[in-house]
């Protein structure tokens, strides 16, 4: 059983930045692709990053492109999201999510992710 907790989200001001984690259990963290999602009141679920196992490649959704960043420290099973340049748009709870299969190494499609966690709420104001 894998355990996912975010923390980082808050209310923040346009243009602001927020660093958002996701402490994984399990010994074998380094084996699983981790991407974060967003869901936005009355909207479907968004994909928004991914890392790889080893941290060296990354996806990401056009709509963060030069904004945000994923990075992950195996060592402390943990990854992060830095969001920068926020926008009133990318108000949304927040969710990591794990592959453990290991027959993926990056995906945007959600249904790949087999553990999800709770969600942390980000609120940019303008």
């Known amino acids: 059983q894998v355990q996912l907790v975010e923390s980082g989200g808050g209310l923040v001001q346009a243009g602001g930045s927020l660093r958002l984690s996701c402490a994984a259990s399990g010994r074998t963290f380094s084996n699983y692709v981790v991407g974060w999602f967003r869901q936005a009141p009355g909207k479907e679920r968004e994909f928004v990053m991914a890392?790889?196992?080893?941290?060296?490649?990354?996806i990401y959704s056009d709509s963060v492109k030069g904004r945000f960043t994923i990075s992950r420290d195996n060592a402390k099973n943990t990854v992060y999201l830095q969001m920068n340049g926020l926008k009133p748009e990318d108000t949304a709870v927040y969710c990591c999510a794990a592959n453990t299969q290991g027959l993926y190494s990056l995906g945007r499609d959600p249904t790949i992710y087999d553990y999800w966690g709770q969600g942390t709420q980000v609120t940019v104001s303008s």
């Open positions: 890392i790889s196992r080893s941290g060296s490649s990354t």
